[in-house]
């Protein structure tokens, strides 16, 4: 086991000398847990085959999902790839530092672990003060997947870090809770039109505006497994964003969801189990499951967003044994939202029909 530090930082400005020492870790090849205005990442040394594959082993993740390549300039994304098209300049500049990356075809300096030998490379730049003097500091770019175990819900808060990897990584940069709340959105730069991959922080509605052609990939919805071969993102086919509990969703029109969540949480508790219910503030009064939990107003989705992880992770430290989750609107950071729940319900999805 190794001593995790946890470093304190100001989220606006942080301070010098625990930048400087977090960044010596990255450089010596160690692993320093980050924010970023997503959720925290888990960062090594992008460059260095060995500080990856320990990377991998920190979080239990199968080494065939590649994780994200951060960087602090536009300038540093060339020599990680063959090309930068026009789109992807325009993408660039119009939404980095911020929730996008892009999938780039990828040069001879990305070590193959570092991809998981795949001949594309996963880039963005996060817009986060921390994040970014890291990476200056650093100087080289950092992998950095979301710092969870595999396949549980993405920590936003230092304290999740600690929950999934304490004794696992070397150190933890702790600035707070994170703002968005939900990873980036991927969007595949590859393939004509460009694929959202995975919906984020970045809205579709966004994309759409800029690309005017921009294509969901049925992943993104998570409307139901999809079979490996046909799953571009390779982390798609693994399980994700899961607390122990069983997750359950409901989606519908808003009055039909809320009888059947109500049903659902009478009849399991009648079975002996310990019932959560993952509500909105329109909703939860309506309930009286074991543990009731709002994500916020339905109206706002930029909250529930950022409520959604921590909320999932207290049903677990609840001891509930099923969640049962009201579907949201599909619309803005909704989509983002609505595919996290979809996979950590592992497709246990009920359609309420109002009569
Ligand atoms: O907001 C975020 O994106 C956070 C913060 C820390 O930046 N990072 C994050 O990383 O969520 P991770 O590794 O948990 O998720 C990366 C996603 C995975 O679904 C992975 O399969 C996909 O990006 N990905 C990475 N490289 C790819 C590639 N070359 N082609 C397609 N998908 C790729
Ligand atoms: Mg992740």
């Excluded at 470093?7 to 090849?29: C, T, W, Y």
Aim: charged share 25%.
């Amino acid at each position: 086991m190794k001593t995790t530090q946890l470093l304190k930082v100001d989220s606006q400005n942080p301070e010098r000398e625990k930048i400087r020492l977090a960044a010596d870790l990255i450089r010596r090849g160690d692993l320093v847990a980050f924010p970023t205005e997503t959720v925290y990442g888990l960062g090594a040394d992008a460059l260095n085959p060995k500080a990856v594959l320990a990377l991998f082993e920190a979080k239990k993740r199968p080494l065939d999902n590649p994780p994200i390549v951060h960087v602090g300039n536009v300038s540093d994304v060339y020599r990680l790839v063959v090309e930068i098209l026009p789109k992807a300049e325009t993408l660039m500049k119009k939404f980095w530092p911020g929730p996008l990356t892009l999938i780039f075809e990828r040069s001879e300096t990305v070590p193959d672990v570092t991809v998981a030998g795949l001949d594309t490379v996963a880039i963005r730049i996060p817009k986060h003060n921390v994040a970014l003097a890291l990476l200056r500091e650093s100087h080289c770019p950092i992998a950095a997947p979301s710092a969870n175990i595999a396949g549980k819900p993405s920590p936003t808060m230092a304290k999740h870090v600690l929950e999934d990897l304490n004794g696992r990584i070397d150190a933890v940069l702790d600035a707070g809770p994170t703002s968005i709340g939900v990873e980036s959105t991927v969007l595949d730069l590859t393939v004509k039109p460009p694929q959202i991959l995975r919906p984020g922080g970045t809205p579709y509605e966004a994309l759409k505006e800029v690309l005017r052609e921009v294509r969901l990939h049925p992943i993104a919805v998570a409307e139901k497994e999809v079979p490996v071969e046909r799953a571009r993102s390779p982390g798609v086919k693994h399980k994700h964003y899961a607390p122990n509990a069983e997750v359950v969703l409901v989606e519908g029109e808003i009055s039909a969801i809320k009888k059947k969540v109500k049903e659902l949480a009478e009849s399991y508790s009648r079975e002996g189990k310990k019932v959560g219910v993952l509500a909105t503030d329109e909703t939860a009064s309506y309930y009286a499951a074991d543990v009731v939990r709002s994500l916020g107003s339905r109206g706002d989705l930029m909250i529930v967003a950022r409520n959604l992880f921590k909320l999932l992770r207290e049903f677990d430290s609840e001891g509930v044994d099923v969640v049962i989750a009201e579907g949201l609107p599909f619309e803005g950071l909704g989509l983002a939202v609505m595919n996290r729940l979809r996979k950590a319900s592992g497709y246990k999805i009920v359609k309420a029909n109002s009569h």
